[in-house]
């Protein structure tokens, strides 16, 4: 509707299906009344963000659906095309997914290269992880087998990431925890597919973050027709 309006506000824009509802191929989703001239001067633009968005928003859909009735939610990731993060995050929550962090800025995020580039100081780590949570930011810890998930436990932050394990040793992360505690919540990242999101879910993590849905989601066609 933007694309339309910002080239003339007197552009009416009646869309026929709500955002995150499925429609059948063929099906018109929307109507656009006004300048001829207009409607085709914002037409590839237009069709173009729709376009990429639903793809988001369908590629999104179909992992929500592998991973009922399991309370496991499908998360984003900052691995989003430059200068449309807002708009892709939108497209996630539209397809069924959650936003995870937007940035670096709003969560303190650990990740591998940090603990490499400082020796694996995990005193360091600790207590980077305290000074933030005394600001109320929420904390991750990305780990990358059960070694350093053990040392990730000890430190108490919100959320620890198991990137690129084996079911094997999700299943084994997610029984120590529960022995453990019960305030640290588990996410899944790395090698995640349609195929394995079931049985990633059924180990009884919280989250899986996905990359895929927003850098590799195929966009959805549709055509404008004009009508006289």
């Known amino acids: 509707m933007a694309a339309f309006k910002l080239l003339d506000p007197k552009v009416k824009f009646m869309p026929l299906v709500s955002d995150g509802k499925a429609f059948a191929a ?9 300048n001829v001239q207009t409607l085709l001067r914002a037409e590839r633009v237009a069709l173009n963000f729709l376009s990429r968005l639903s793809g988001i928003a369908t ?5 929500t659906d592998r991973v009922k009735p399991y309370k496991t939610r499908i998360m984003d990731t900052r ?3 430059p200068g449309l993060r807002a708009l892709e995050k939108y497209a996630v929550t539209a397809g069924g997914g959650y936003n995870h962090r937007s940035g670096l800025y709003d969560q303190l995020l650990i990740k591998d290269n940090h603990l490499k580039s400082a020796d694996y100081d995990w005193a360091a780590a600790c207590r ?3 000074r933030y949570k005394k600001k ?3 904390t991750e810890l990305e780990v990358a ?20 394990m084996s079911i094997k040793e999700i299943k084994a992360a997610v ?3 529960r022995s453990l505690r019960s305030d640290i919540r588990l996410e899944v990242s790395g090698g995640v597919s349609l195929n394995n999101v079931r049985k990633i ?10 990359g895929a849905i927003t850098h590799s989601a195929k966009p959805i066609d549709f055509s404008l027709e004009i009508i006289r």
């Open 79 to 81: 691995k989003t095309t």
């Open 59 to 63: 590629l999104t859909s179909q992992f």
């Open 26 to 34: 063929g099906a018109v989703i929307a109507c656009i009344e006004g």
């Open 128 to 130: 980077a992880i305290r």
């Open 136 to 138: 109320g930011v929420k």
């Open 175 to 177: 029984k120590l925890l």
């Open 201 to 210: 879910a059924a180990t009884g993590v919280d989250m899986v973050s996905i």
């Open 145 to 164: 087998d059960l070694s350093e998930f053990k040392e990730a436990v000890k430190l108490v932050p919100d959320i620890i990431m198991l990137d690129n």
